[in-house]
Structure formats: C-alpha cells, structure tokens
C-alpha cells in the first residue's frame, strides 16, 4: 500500500483527490505542521459469518423474532 501525506491546511480543498486515492488503495496521513494527526486508510470489506461468537454470547436471535409486536409496545408511556 503507498502512502501520501497532506497539510491540516490543504485537506478541505482536496478531499475529493483525497478519496480517489483512498479509493485505489492508497493511505493519506494528514499532517499538523510535522505531526501526523490523523490516518485515511482503505477499509477491507470483512464477511460476516452468523453465528461465528455464539460461545461468547455476543450474539443471538429470538425464536419470535418475526413475531408482531403486541399493541402496547407501540403507546407512548405516560
């Protein structure tokens, strides 16, 4: 992956240039002054796999799931 860095200064006049590189894989560091401040980089699309952490608990479904909700879940409470 390359690398471009850009002043604090220059950013809101290139953001368009900017994501066009991000787009083609390329990592922007915004400097301040000689500081990095902050990183740009492409996201790698990830695959979700249902049921991957369900030792954790980290995620479950209802069996009624689908099921309407009764009335008095749609009336405001008082």
């Known amino acids: 992956m390359t690398t471009k860095t850009i002043a604090l200064e220059d950013v809101q006049a290139s953001l368009d240039?900017?994501?066009a590189l991000v787009r083609e894989g390329t990592e922007v560091i915004i400097m301040d002054g000689s500081k990095p401040l902050a990183?740009?980089?492409p996201v790698e699309p990830g695959k979700r796999?249902?049921?991957l952490h369900e030792h954790l608990g980290a995620a479950w479904?209802?069996?009624d799931f689908d099921e309407?909700?009764?009335d008095e879940s749609w009336q405001a409470s008082p």
């Open 17 to 19: 240039a900017l994501f």
């Open 39 to 41: 990183r740009v980089s």
């Open 49 to 51: 796999i249902m049921g």
């Open 61 to 63: 479904m209802s069996d």
């Open 68 to 70: 309407p909700l009764p």
